[in-house]
């Protein structure tokens, strides 16, 4: 299956829930952007405001008001932070974003699928069945499916990734039937390298499931050639930041270089901010923001 085939596919799929977002919105520096907004849909994972959310200052419902505050379109839920999977807390989560003017981009789902344990593994994909069931009726696209590892770096990229590849052949079905893509973040293990994540891609559907591309989860010496492998296959991104420059650069990554392999592979998912450095994670989100503006535009 070709990558534009496989894009007109996701495009279809998500057509409804992007029409209102794809067209900007969401420069914080509007009175020098100019009146033509960035095409980008902007958005932000949970787990980049975790110390805000675990003191009790925002949760899944109310996060939704900051992310408009903050002039951010989208929110990515970590299952973490969910305290019931139930339907009426999922209506809450569902009207707060609404009412807010916000697109649940996805659910981020944690776990191990490379393991040695078939129980545990069992127990896992029916665990992510409830949550992508959840991620359908919440709106979002997308999810990712935490791959994990093996336990030994040496089985990780041959029985490792032949696990994953099984259990997402298993929810394949399911993934159809709702609309919502699969994707693999780059996260060591089974993801470890970015030929480890194409054959699982390859080895199920490219049309359902892609790479949930984080900018930074590699060796350094290898970073931005990675990227560049998974770029073409990517349906949600991490873009991950850490510390910056006095110019507002972040430190370890070229943000202009990842977002133009993103934009030439014709990306129109979401631009997923996730702050992971030490200092507030509000202010950090705010940075990594208006790095992604200024170089999508460019």
Known sequence: ??????????????????TSILVGGVSSLSAEAGSKKPEVFLSCETYSLRNYIRQG?????????????LNIKGVALNDMFFKSWDK?????????AKDNGITIAAVICEGNLAGANDEARRKLIES????????AYLGAPVVRLSVGRTGDPAKDGTVGVERVIAAF??????????KVKMTIENHGGASGKADYVL?????????????????????????HEENAKLAPYAYHTHAKAHSFTAEGEETTVDYARVLKMLKD???K???????EGPEDQIEGVKKTRDLILKYWKM
Not at 57 to 69: A, G, N
Not at 88 to 96: A, G, H, N, V
């Open 169 to 178: 052949k298993e929810l394949l079905p399911l993934a159809k039937e709702l």
């Open 57 to 69: 200052k925002y949760d899944l419902i109310s996060v939704s008001r900051l992310m408009k505050e």
């Open 1 to 18: 299956m070709s990558n534009s085939t496989s894009r007109r596919e996701f495009l279809k799929g998500g057509a409804v829930l992007f």
């Open 269 to 275: 998912g979401a631009v997923s901010i996730e702050f």
């Open 199 to 223: 054959r699982i891609i390859r080895g199920t559907d490219p049309k359902w499931v892609g790479s949930c591309l984080d900018f930074k989860n590699w060796p350094a010496e290898v970073l």
């Open 88 to 96: 009426p807390y999922l209506d809450q989560i569902k009207k707060s």
């Open 265 to 267: 592979a014709k990306y």
């Open 128 to 135: 992510n069945v409830m949550k992508m069931r959840a991620a």
